[in-house]
């Protein structure tokens, strides 16, 4: 395509501020190009609107299977297995009772929950950065794919206890404004002073188009899967109800903005 525009490689990367370095990378396929790059790259040498669809579809699959692969060796098992399921998934319930969930949270945030738990679950230090960078690659990916649905119920106290100083916070819970205003991300939360409705942990609730659902359920040294059906469904029917209690989008929205002057 870039031959066909008639461009250099160094012409392309002096047309959009890139290094020269970059196009080849991405050309000979040295690195995964971001979708603003390949966004970039097709407007530059003016591609049709039916191949430039196809294109981002290419992206968007090829970064759904196997983008863990360069940081599973820092990662549990289980959680790979998480990140995998995931990139096939169709729908995702979260339900969070004591943190701001791993999808939403700030690289500051990300750190400061991770090393909160480092001695006790006995990360090796140098796991600890690339952890942060497979949380947040996780986010870029499922956050712009608009085929995967998340609604996410979050209690309120993840918003009032502490990781990091003020400013942590204040950044995280205005990401959280951010995110729940993404067409794919419903996010409710459940008030402090309003009825809790189900005692339990934290869960992920994944559906399929083809396969059966699952439950994703972490544990502080491990994780376990739920697959049998009767249990899946409990699950289920413990979210309906948190989210039944929880305030609506809106509500929601409007407390987080409120919570963001408590760190002021």
Known sequence: MRERADLTGDEVADRLKWSASKVSRIETAKTNPRRSDVEALVDLYGVGEDKRRELLDLHRDAMRKGWWEEYKDALPEQYTTLLGLEAEASFERNWEPQIV????????????????????????????????????????????????TIWVVMDESAMLRRFGGATVMRKQIERLVEVSRLPNVR????????????NTGSFIHLQFPEFHEVVYLELLHSARWVEEPHEVYGYQLAFEQLQAQALGPEASRELMEKTIDHWK
């Open 101 to 148: 969930p791993g999808l939403f949270q700030t690289e500051e945030y990300a750190e400061e929950v991770i090393r909160a738990t480092q001695m006790i679950t006995r990360i090796p230090p140098g796991d600890v950065r690339t952890r942060i960078e497979a949380r947040l690659a996780r986010q870029r990916l499922l956050l712009q794919d608009r085929s995967l």
């Open 187 to 198: 996010l409710q939360v459940l008030p402090q002073e309003g009825f809790h409705p189900v």
